[in-house]
């Protein structure tokens, strides 16, 4: 009877281990594929802000360009009141 009991009670924990197990297996495959969604959109995100930053450069490239063109004028403007003052 005692060695009966005793076996009962290994089975009963192993079956508590194994159970535990595959739970604990489980969840860390679960964490993994969440690991590995958060890191992709990490990824994305990243590439994202390199298009952004890009697009940016461009914007600050133009206007710069529009900044010196408008500067060119304004000195165009101010020798031609020159011009007509002297005259």
């Known amino acids: 009877?005692?060695?009966?009991?005793?076996?009962?009670?290994?089975?009963v924990l192993?079956?508590?281990a194994?159970?535990?197990?595959?739970?604990?297996?489980?969840?860390v495959s679960t964490l993994e594929n969440?690991?590995?969604e958060a890191l992709q959109d990490m990824e994305d995100a990243?590439?994202?802000?390199?298009?952004?930053?890009k697009e940016l450069?461009?914007?600050v490239k133009m206007a710069e360009a529009a900044k010196a063109?408008?500067?060119?004028?304004?000195?165009i403007a101010e020798?031609?009141?020159k011009k007509k003052s002297g005259k």
């Open 1 to 11: 009877m005692n060695s009966k009991l005793t076996t009962i009670i290994l089975l």
């Open 14 to 16: 192993f079956l508590a």
């Open 18 to 27: 194994a159970a535990f197990g595959f739970y604990q297996q489980n969840r």
């Open 34 to 36: 969440k690991y590995e």
């Open 46 to 53: 990243y590439k994202r802000l390199e298009e952004k930053d």
């Open 57 to 59: 450069q461009q914007v």
């Open 69 to 75: 063109e408008a500067e060119q004028q304004r000195l």
């Open 79 to 81: 020798e031609a009141l």
